[in-house]
């Protein structure tokens, strides 16, 4: 069985704190590393994703960190917000076509 | 431009009775997916279609149907509901190649009594 293992399941964070979530994953052919933020009642949307072709990727306050030979990969929320509280989910795939495996997500708190 | 639409939003069941989820996207995606939502056990997925007229099963298939209607719709059915099978019901889509961004619906809430 695939799997994508995330840590921590709850995470709370001071506005203006750094949230960290780690993902792991097992499956050598995986190449696209996505993550999703969800808020109540709402679908999963994309935040940002990364190829293990980069070790980093940086968009405004949100940042992937790839480690390609320890299989593992993270997010990073600079300067967070109460509106960043959400749950964030990273994912996995080998292919474009081929579903996304899921880890089972961090519920964020932002408190001020 | 409407994205992944799915009705109905919410639905109260009666174990063993049956119902059809609906799904429709608008980007001409290809692959469409089916997932179940539960605390703590993140996203599982239920059944895919990788293009119209394939469909595959996913981690968690049993007690469940799918049918690709045509490339816009993928529906998912519950014949006989089961308490189990309470929880958010989420489609989602994706296209051929790019970056395999995957689009998701805003979710059915299925309580089964």
């Known amino acids: 069985q695939q799997q994508v293992k995330q840590s921590p399941q709850s995470l709370i964070v001071q506005k203006g704190g750094i949230s960290i979530i780690n993902c792991a994953y097992e499956?050598?052919?995986?190449?696209?590393f996505p993550w999703y933020q969800q808020f109540p009642g709402k679908g999963p949307a994309l935040l940002i994703a990364i190829r293990p072709d980069v070790s980093e990727k940086k968009e405004g306050r949100f940042t992937i960190s790839f480690n390609k030979s320890a299989k593992q990969f993270s997010l990073h929320i600079m300067d967070s917000q109460p509106g960043d509280s959400a749950t964030y989910f990273c994912a996995a795939t080998p292919s474009g076509n081929t579903p996304l495996v899921f880890g089972k997500g961090t519920r964020l708190s932002v408190i001020a | 431009n409407a994205g992944v639409t799915q009705t109905p939003k919410f639905q109260v069941l009666k174990t063993g009775q049956s119902m059809t989820l609906q799904c429709a996207q608008d980007?001409?995606?290809?692959?469409m997916y089916w997932y179940r939502q539960d605390p703590g056990m993140g996203l599982r997925l239920i059944y895919y279609?990788?293009?119209?007229?394939?469909?595959d099963k996913g981690e968690v298939p049993n007690g469940y149907n799918v049918s690709r209607l045509n490339k816009r719709e993928f529906s998912l059915r519950l014949e006989s509901a089961a308490p189990s099978q309470t929880s958010v019901y989420f489609c989602?889509?994706?296209?051929?190649?790019?970056?395999?961004?995957?689009?998701f619906g805003p979710g059915t809430r299925l309580t089964v009594l």
């Open positions: 980007m001409n995606h290809n692959s």
């Open positions: 989602a889509s994706n296209g051929r190649g790019g970056l395999y961004t995957q689009y």
């Open positions: 499956n050598t052919a995986f190449d696209y």
């Open positions: 279609s990788a293009s119209e007229g394939t469909t």
